[in-house]
């Protein structure tokens, strides 16, 4: 999952994502319930099939991250 994101946003953008998801651990610590933090509990989710020409999307989310990406495709490929 982690090559997508580098793939998805610039590099302080991908920083950004990784230090929040690393803060997983800092809370683990600290809360009462901190065994429900896990780096690890972050999510992919693909919406329609990933294509150049077509459009599809894709999800990477957890507790304190949500980025949705949507891909429109080269609808004017089709027309050619």
């Given at each position: 999952?982690?090559?997508?994101?580098?793939?998805?946003?610039?590099?302080?953008?991908?920083?950004?994502?990784?230090?929040i998801?690393?803060?997983?651990?800092?809370?683990?610590?600290?809360?009462?319930?901190?065994?429900?933090?896990?780096?690890?509990?972050?999510?992919?989710?693909?919406?329609?099939?990933?294509?150049?020409?077509?459009?599809?999307?894709?999800?990477?989310?957890?507790?304190?991250?949500?980025?949705?990406?949507?891909?429109?495709?080269?609808?004017l490929?089709?027309?050619?």
């Open positions: 999952m982690h090559a997508l994101l580098k793939t998805a946003l610039s590099a302080p953008g991908y920083r950004k994502a990784t230090n998801i690393e803060l997983e651990l800092a809370l683990r610590e600290i809360e009462i319930f901190g065994m429900m933090r896990d780096p690890e509990r972050y999510h992919l989710s693909l919406y329609g099939v990933p294509d150049a020409k077509t459009a599809w999307g894709w999800r990477f989310e957890g507790h304190h991250l949500s980025l949705n990406f949507t891909l429109a495709g080269d609808r490929a089709e027309r050619r």
